[in-house]
């Protein structure tokens, strides 16, 4: 017959086993990309935005806008006020094979959490389809896009919603049949497991792999009429994380150490440059937006560059709502 000490001691045994179970479930669940990441298929490029830190810090759901026309009838439609209602999103990048087809050179496909009405957003997708077919139970509204493009939109819960634009349905049955798996912290796209685990803690945005890819002109890849000194095949690991401000860390990924010293001589010089034309003075936004030139730096280690900075809050402020 067991003793009592030695039924305590099972006890306290299978008790630490639990605690210890629980605590790698928890830090497992604590590392793993988020859901709306993880459910994305596989792509040449994720980006993330998590916008209640943003939300809270910069307050722009309370700055009113005058919405364009299509934008006001989605929001009486539906109700949906993405500045006050979108919590998380993110976003696949897919190159095209032919840049110059209707899809131009990338495609998206992008899952977003958010607190939806069902059944008006049901009505609206309904209203404006122009086709719609069910998929693993769940249905999936063809709607006309821009410049020739295919829109597929799929509400898959009460706070998720998939979207894709790539000419066949691949991409979107893809999130499907994720979410219907249950999109596991050990689940996503080949790319969250070769890179999420380099982007830092507590980001609120980031992107990985090709993320030049939305910019990209005739190889290269353009901001604002800007060409920078980088190809739009680098690899890149970028975030934001809120450090009493905002930190900016962009880590390129070079194929060699030479290439890597040529992108960190060439970032620096057009940081340099944007110095010199910038004069002092101004509104707040270019006071702030001065503050953040001045702070970037640029970091060379091996075939790695680095470049950070820090971003007044007050830049979030200032960027109102799109209409």
């Known amino acids: 017959m067991t003793s009592q000490p030695r039924r305590r001691a099972y006890t306290l045994l299978i008790a630490a086993l639990v605690v210890v179970a629980l605590g790698a479930l928890l830090f497992l669940r604590f590392h793993a990309p988020p859901e709306v990441a993880r459910l994305l298929p596989e792509s040449d490029a994720i980006l993330y935005l998590n916008l209640k830190p943003v939300r809270a810090a910069s307050h722009f759901d309370r700055q009113p ?11 009486a439609a539906t109700g949906f006020q993405w500045d006050r209602d979108l919590d998380r999103a993110a976003i696949s990048l897919h190159r095209m094979p032919d840049p110059a087809g209707p899809n131009g050179p990338v495609a998206y496909t992008g899952v977003m959490e958010g607190r939806f009405d069902a059944e008006r957003l049901r009505r609206y997708l309904q209203g404006i389809s122009t086709g719609k077919e069910m998929y693993a139970g769940h249905e999936v ?3 006309p896009g821009n ?3 295919t829109l597929r939109i799929s509400p898959l819960g009460y706070d998720l919603l998939a979207a894709s634009n790539m000419p066949l349905p691949e991409q979107i049955h893809s999130v499907i ?11 996503g796209a080949s790319l969250l497991a070769q890179r999420y685990s380099q982007v830092p803690y507590f980001a609120f945005a980031w992107g990985i792999g090709h993320v030049g890819l939305p910019f990209s002109d005739r ?14 095949d680098t690899d890149f690991i970028a975030s934001l994380t809120y450090r009493g401000t905002v930190h900016l860390r ?13 992108t960190a001589t060439n970032l620096s010089t057009v940081i340099n440059l944007l110095r010199g034309f910038m004069t002092s003075g101004g ?6 937006f001065q503050q953040a030139l001045q702070s970037l730096e640029v970091r060379q280690a091996k075939a790695t560059v680095v470049l950070s900075g820090d971003l007044s809050p007050s830049l979030l402020q200032a960027s109102g709502a799109p209409q």
């Open 141 to 143: 509204y063809t709607l």
């Open 250 to 262: 962009v880590e390129e990924l070079a194929p060699t150490e030479m290439e890597a010293a040529q």
């Open 283 to 288: 509104s707040r936004q270019d006071h702030a």
């Open 219 to 232: 190889g290269r890849i353009q901001v604002f009429g800007l060409t920078l000194p980088l190809s739009e």
């Open 147 to 149: 410049d020739g493009r």
């Open 177 to 187: 049949d994720r979410y219907v798996a249950g999109a596991s912290p050990f689940s």
């Open 65 to 75: 806008v005058q919405p364009s026309p299509e934008y006001a009838r989605f929001l």
